[in-house]
């Protein structure tokens, strides 16, 4: 119904930058939220930021000042920009994309399969 792509990720170097895209693709009525998650080795997935329709943003403490989520609501397309990344910012990345269903107005939440961030010099 709903598919989820992240693409973006790679290896990149300490205080390096990079851009995370998130696609969604199907039968859309419209889209809530978008956000991003983490998931690092051994630990759970966590939230890193989040946008709603509405325009608010929300990012967590561990990477404010430093990652930046945004839109392109013509596509489907949320991003999230990585500046001065650190290593401890090594994980998979995933994007989960709340939709709103057309009936009854209830929400559904897609994962996209995830994208490698390594940082490492």
């Known amino acids: 119904q709903v598919h989820v792509v992240e693409s973006g990720g790679g290896l990149v170097q300490p205080g390096g930058s990079l851009r995370l895209s998130c696609e969604a693709s199907?039968?859309?009525?419209?889209?809530?939220?978008m956000g991003w998650y983490r998931q690092a080795p051994g630990k759970q997935r966590e939230l890193v930021a989040t946008?709603?329709?509405?325009?608010?943003?929300t990012v967590v403490d561990s990477v404010k000042g430093r990652f930046t989520i945004s839109r392109d609501n013509a596509k489907n397309t949320a991003y999230l920009q990585m500046n001065s990344v650190k290593p401890e910012d090594t994980a998979v990345y995933y994007c989960?994309?709340?939709?709103?269903?057309?009936?009854?107005?209830?929400?559904?939440?897609?994962w996209g399969q995830g994208t490698q961030v390594t940082v490492s010099s």
């Open positions: 199907g039968i859309i009525f419209s889209i809530y939220a």
């Open positions: 989960n994309v709340l939709v709103v269903a057309t009936m009854g107005g209830s929400l559904t939440g897609y």
């Open positions: 946008s709603t329709s509405g325009g608010s943003t």
